[in-house]
Every structure is written in C-alpha cells, then in structure tokens.
C-alpha cells in the first residue's frame, strides 16, 4: 500500500499526476470499460514509470541505489519488496541495491560499499589506488569512514579514522576517494616500500604526483602509522626511484628471451668520439643501443637534457639509440619486443 504520509507533497503530486493521467488515457481509449478496470490499468502505469524512473537514478550511479531514493522516488517498504521479489531490485547491503542484475561493476561494487558504510565514507587503500588508476593490485575492497560514521557491513573493509584533512579526500568522477597523499599513508601500514614507490611511479606517470603535497602530509601526519615509511622514501630517494635497474634488466632480458633474438650486452660502456658511455643493453652487431627509462629517473630537466645530448653523441659514432619507459617495458613487452626486433632489420639489412 503506498503511504501519502511519509512523502513530500512534490511527490505525491507527482505520483498522483501519473495516475491519473493513466486514468484520462484509459478511460478515453475505452468508455464502456469499468472504473475498477481504469484503475487497475492506471496504476500498473504508474509502476511503470516508477520503475523506469529507478533505473534513470541507477544508471547514473553503476547501477546502485540506496534505499532513500527510492523512498524518495515515491516506494513505500511493500514497494521496495515487491520490486526485489520481481527480480528489478537486488539487496546488496542494508539499505542499498543493484538494480537489474544481482551482479555489480567494480565501480558498482565500490558505490554500493560507499552507499553501505555512510555519510563521510571514501575509497581508501587498494581501492582507492585502481580506482584512480595508480595500481592494479586490490586484494580486497577498501572503504574509510570518520569515527563516529559508518556502519559495519559484510563484503568490504571498513576502516574506522579520525576525521578527514580537507586535502586528504576528494570526487574522482563523481566517487569520494582518498588523495594520492593519503592514499599512499595507507598502503604504507600494509605494503611493502617497493610497492609505494610502484604506485608513486605510476602517479608520476600520469603526471599525478605533487612530492610537495605529499611532505604536507608526511608533516601533519607525525607518529602515525606509514609516516616512517615515506619519510625513508622521500629522504632516500627523494621520490625520483621507480622500479629498480634490476628490475627493468631482468624484465628486459625476459621478454627479449621470448622474443628469440640474441641477447644483448648488459651495462655495457660504449666509446665514441666526443665521449664514453654506460648503456643498459647494447647489440654490436647492429650497432644498436637500447635504453629502459625509469620514469622518475628522468623527470628532472637536467637529466632529460643529458640523455638527449648523449644519445646525439652515440648517433654521431654510428650508434643507433631507441629508448622505452619502464612502463612500456612492464605493460607492453610484446610491443617493445616486435620494435627491437625490427630496429635490428633495419640496421642489418634484413638479417635480425
């Protein structure tokens, strides 16, 4: 039964508008038909739109609603019952539902665990890294909620915290997530150093990444858990290592394997007129020199600048140089296998 009482009077308005212009229509196309008969026709329309007006508010939010909008769509609880007994609402949590289909999107599943845990609620830890594309490692999914927020749920982690820093949250497409600052804080109680400096080096990467606004948050969050690991990083390494050269060397070589072309020299010195040079991997047989950048390595301009100038140098000398980024290497290692093999043709006159 649809209770007036506990709707605004926009909406029952609204509601009784539908119905009673399904009324008008029915009893126009058919006069002789029974009152009763119009009725029963007006309202199957008015559930109708109602429930094309739950998959409107869905579609714009990954398939997920909370039990407030559809109150506020005009459903009473025997409402709410009966579409989950048709099959067009899927309990998820308490008070939020998949509509359509009881399987949800990552990002479906992430807004019905913000939807579930409440006011204040943002993607943190994991979550909050694949969702704004830093990692691609969730183990679980994450959600943080001010302390005195949030209700505990099945299906996610929720982690109780102290009230938000203003810069330590923010809207990534329409979904609160934590800032890369605090995103990294967070991973630094669970992962390992490797695995911050990986995520940093993706943020550098997408051109993400502020060493600034992370020391704020090193500087406002002394004696919490995390901050001893990125101090260590920013202090050695001043957040410009990624994936080690041993990393990338053994990558490299791996894929060149697959590949089946010879194996190259490894941190090999090459001596040209105008200078001597260390290189990753050199193929003298094509006079080929391949360089795998790590993308923090080689974001201060005046490293930039002097690899540009050395690889000018090695070119004079008869050397051909192609670099990829360590991303490139990691992601795409068909494709950087396919372009060494052809540089080789190239400088071999056929023969790779």
Not at 89 to 116: I, M, N, Q
Not at 162 to 183: A, I, N, Q, Y
């Amino acid at each position: 039964m649809w209770d007036a009482t506990r709707h605004s009077p926009s909406r029952i308005r609204g509601v009784l508008a539908i119905v009673t212009d399904a009324r008008a229509t029915c009893h126009t196309a058919s006069p002789t038909y029974a009152p009763m008969w119009c009725t029963v026709r007006a309202m199957r329309h008015a559930r109708g739109a109602i429930n094309r007006e739950i998959s409107r508010v869905a579609e714009d939010r990954d398939s997920v609603i909370r039990l407030d909008q559809l109150a506020g769509i005009g459903l009473s609880p025997s409402g709410v019952r009966s579409r989950v007994q048709s099959g067009l609402l899927f309990p998820k949590y308490r008070g939020v539902y998949a509509v359509g289909h009881p399987t949800l999107s990552r990002a479906g599943e992430w807004r019905a665990a913000l939807d579930a845990a409440g006011a204040g609620s943002s993607l943190s830890f994991h979550s909050s890294a694949v969702r704004q594309k830093w990692s691609d490692v969730e183990p679980s999914l994450h959600v943080s909620v001010p302390t005195t927020a949030g209700r505990v749920a099945r299906g996610f982690v929720l982690h109780r915290v102290e009230p938000f820093h203003p810069d330590d949250v923010h809207e990534d497409d329409g979904m609160r997530c934590t800032t890369l600052p605090r995103t990294l804080l967070d991973l630094a109680t669970v992962v390992e150093p490797r695995a911050i400096e990986r995520t940093i080096a993706e943020a550098q990467f997408r051109r993400e990444y502020s060493e600034r606004a992370l020391r704020r948050l090193v500087d406002r969050s002394r004696g919490r858990r995390g901050v001893g690991v990125l101090s260590t990083i920013l202090a050695e390494h001043g957040i410009e290592r990624t994936i080690t050269n041993l990393e990338l060397e053994e990558r490299y070589l791996k894929l060149s394997r697959r590949a089946g072309f010879p194996m190259p020299l490894v941190n090999h010195w090459v001596e040209v007129p105008g200078g001597r040079f260390k290189c990753d991997f050199v193929y003298p047989d094509a006079r080929l020199i391949v360089e795998t950048d790590g993308r923090g390595s080689h974001t201060r301009d005046l490293q930039f600048e002097e690899d540009r100038r050395r690889d000018s140098i090695l070119k004079l000398g008869g050397w051909e140089v192609i670099r990829f980024t360590w991303l490139q290497v990691v992601k795409q290692p068909e494709w950087v296998a396919s372009t060494v093999k052809r540089f080789r043709e190239v400088r071999m006159g056929g023969r790779a």
